[in-house]
């Protein structure tokens, strides 16, 4: 049980995970939740001729158990994790140990991040004070609404539901997750047409609009999509996290083109 230390006081620069844990049939708790740490961590299945003093410094540390609730608080030495490198950390805390032998079941509850490791990402780039601002909208919600169907309308239907939503008082309009280029809705066409009419809803009612095109798609096709809403005097994207992953998304936050861009699910860039 060299990975369990429940005198241990996380350390500022600690990466801490709050982990849901039901361990296998004859396996008892804190041998499961010694082996989450020991696998997420410097150690394996097997016994190690390498590992020495300075390498156990890293090891990871259950230092809270709480049966009850079948809950466990890991903490981690910043040094195990590269900077700005999310699909690393994650293959640290999130990954292989969801098939551990050792384990039945096991969920990733929460993440408390370092201030170091955060700053190693590029984050918002505009936050709700800036798209408040690009919106000219000071302290009243941000409305919007999301075309229905979410897929089976043509490219001038589309246009035109999206028109009718920023006259009727809305602010912003979007693409849903799986409109994506299709044969009935063209990416390009779409864009065009919305744009017209987000263009036309803005001249009559004095208000600035607010249209997201989704361009998830594979990584240099996203970028292509991404630069063709902004050739068009676009200002905002959207992507699906839940399908997309963390590098591509950490990929074209990276490119900095200047658009805001919505995290399905999740946040505001």
């Known amino acids: 049980m060299d990975y369990i230390d429940l005198k241990y006081k996380p350390k500022k620069e600690d990466l801490v995970c709050l982990y849901r844990v039901e361990p296998s049939k004859n396996i008892s708790f804190e041998r499961a939740a ?12 097997t016994d190690l001729i390498t590992m ?13 158990i709480n049966k009850k609730n079948n809950m466990i608080k890991i903490a981690y030495p910043i040094e195990l994790f590269e900077m700005g490198n999310m699909p690393g950390i994650l293959s640290g805390i999130a990954g292989n140990i969801f098939g551990i032998k ?13 201030k170091k490791l955060i700053k190693s990402f590029k984050g ?29 309308l043509r490219t001038k239907e589309h246009a035109k539901v999206a028109y009718e939503v920023w006259k009727g008082g809305l602010d912003i309009v979007k693409d849903d997750e799986n409109l994506v280029d299709l044969n009935f809705n063209r990416f390009k066409d779409r ?5 017209k009419m987000r263009d036309k809803a ?6 600035r609009k607010v249209y997201m095109p989704n361009i998830t798609a594979e990584t240099n096709e996203m970028i292509k999509r991404a630069k063709f809403v902004k050739d068009n005097n676009g200002r905002y994207v959207m992507v699906d996290i839940i399908s ?3 590098s591509s998304l950490q990929t074209i936050r990276n490119k900095n083109l200047g658009l805001v861009m919505l995290i399905e699910q999740v946040m505001l860039l």
Do not use: Q
Not at 137 to 149: H, Q
């Open 52 to 64: 020495n003093k300075e390498i156990k410094k890293l090891r990871a540390r259950v230092f809270e």
């Open 124 to 152: 918002p780039k505009f936050g709700i004070k800036g798209i408040r601002k690009l919106l000219r909208i000071k302290k009243r919600p941000l409305v919007g609404s999301i075309i229905k169907p979410k897929i089976g």
């Open 34 to 45: 010694n082996t989450i740490a020991l696998e997420s961590s410097i150690g394996t299945w």
């Open 202 to 207: 803005e001249k009559e009612t004095g208000e």
């Open 102 to 114: 050792d384990v039945r079941n096991l969920r990733l509850e929460d993440v408390r991040f370092p």
């Open 191 to 195: 864009v065009i047409e919305t744009l």
């Open 244 to 246: 997309l992953g963390w």
